[in-house]
């Protein structure tokens, strides 16, 4: 957050300045040709926004390696865009990643969002695999042993479901960021108050890295619903009134996922954050609002 000007100062009455507002996207892989053709709409429409770099996910168990590898190199080849593959530790030995990660440098990607991974569905809680990369502390060490990779990794406003606790999960972060990580992207919230006390907590504690808020537009409530019971994200109670009785209304949905949207970026806006990081589900329409709302404009 910008430095509080001391009391009585004479320059205390004008407005800090604000650093220009950056941005990245994050796509999923798509798995048949309709949604092929949603998803290069969707980067198409936000690729004008100039964001920072746009991210593309990786099935939990390695599933979607190949379909995530075409679309970066495919955003890399026919974009100015900047790809960056998300990796897990998980369904691949240490051998297999840092086949992965030289490849990818080759072909000039330059950044990588490391991830642990969500456990196999099925098997319960998350297991190492022996040959592998347990946690993601050791994925960024041993991505940054390949090449000089830029970084970003995962943090938790409202800490990690299998943390043992905040101050555990904390040290998790820090442990990812001293192995080279240049940047934490946060789990989707819709308490803000959470995030800027994360936020104070990371300053306190020491964590100096950007600690980007991920932004969730809602483009359907009841799957955003499985998402956050799934990660462990809180759903307040005035947000699940915002939407009640609106399952055959999908305009005035709309309205009100911009809404919530555009509310939660401005707050954070005046509290000093100037990068965000939309999961766009790979929808353009309500991110490049949001974006609009935030002072974005096509280039």
Not at 25 to 46: G, Q, V, Y
Not at 200 to 212: E, M, P
Not at 282 to 299: F, K, P, Q, S, V
């Amino acid at each position: 957050m910008p430095a509080r000007l001391e009391s009585g100062n004479p320059a205390s009455t004008a407005a800090p300045a604000r650093r220009p507002v950056q941005v990245s996207f994050e796509f999923f892989p798509p798995n048949d040709e309709a949604m092929e053709r949603t998803l290069w709409a969707s980067i198409e429409r936000l690729a004008p926004l100039t964001p920072r770099f746009v991210s593309v996910t990786y099935g939990a168990d390695g599933s979607t390696r190949d379909r995530t590898h075409r679309v970066v190199t495919r955003v890399l080849r026919e974009t100015s865009l900047t790809g960056s593959p998300h990796l897990t530790c998980i369904g691949a030995s240490r051998g297999e990643i840092q086949q992965i990660a030289r490849r990818y440098w080759d072909e000039g990607i330059r950044h990588i969002v490391a991830l642990r991974g969500d456990p196999l569905a099925g098997t319960g809680r998350y297991v190492p695999r022996p040959d592998g990369y347990a946690y993601a502390s050791d994925l960024v060490h041993g991505l940054k042993g390949v090449a000089d990779f830029e970084i970003s990794v995962a943090a938790y406003p409202e800490t990690h479901p299998e943390a043992r606790s905040p101050a555990d999960d904390l040290d998790n972060l820090r442990r990812k960021l001293d192995a080279g990580a240049k940047r934490a992207i946060t789990q989707f919230f819709f308490d803000t108050d959470r995030y800027l006390r994360f936020r104070d907590r990371c300053v306190a504690a020491g964590i100096n890295a950007v600690i980007v808020p991920g932004i969730l537009p809602i483009t359907r409530f009841p799957q955003m619903l499985r998402f956050a019971e799934r990660c462990g994200a809180s759903v307040p109670e005035w947000l699940i009134e915002r939407f009640d009785g609106l399952d055959d209304d999908p305009e005035t949905r709309k309205m009100i996922a911009a809404s919530v949207a555009i509310e939660q970026v401005a707050r954070l806006r005046r509290e000093g954050v100037d990068e965000f990081h939309f999961y766009t589900l790979n929808r353009a329409e309500l991110t490049y609002a949001i974006c609009h709302a935030l002072g974005l404009r096509a280039r």
